[in-house]
């Protein structure tokens, strides 16, 4: 990998966020905290392949510079979204941030990443 494709990739915070299921209703993005990717580590809140996580894994796209700036699924929180705005490179609409816990209830072990819970 190219020493600027690593610097990109680096950029990433690992918050996990984007590899949760999500719909976009309206001006909201929201996050279903109870369903996620199966590589995802509900424990850890990363990926357990990143590294091989394109190859290995069809539905994972690479965020890229284009993505940061016009995918608004990702969160304002997210490191490629920071890293658009700070560089007046961001056009997507700004959503608002919400987050469910499918069907299931409020009943989980695990709480939530802190880092996760923005809401605009
Ligand atoms: S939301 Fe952004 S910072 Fe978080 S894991 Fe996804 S790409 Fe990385």
Redesign the pocket.
Known sequence: MRQASLAWEAK????????HEKVIVGRQVIYDLDSHCEHYDRKTHQCKIYLQRLDRESRCRR?TRFAAMFASY??ES???VQWARSRHLRFAIRRHVRFTRGDRGDTGDEEPNPSLCLSE
Request: hydrophobic share 30%; net charge positive; aromatic share 8%.
């Open positions: 990433c915070s690992r918050c996990g966020l984007c590899c965020v990702l969160p997210c490191a490629y």
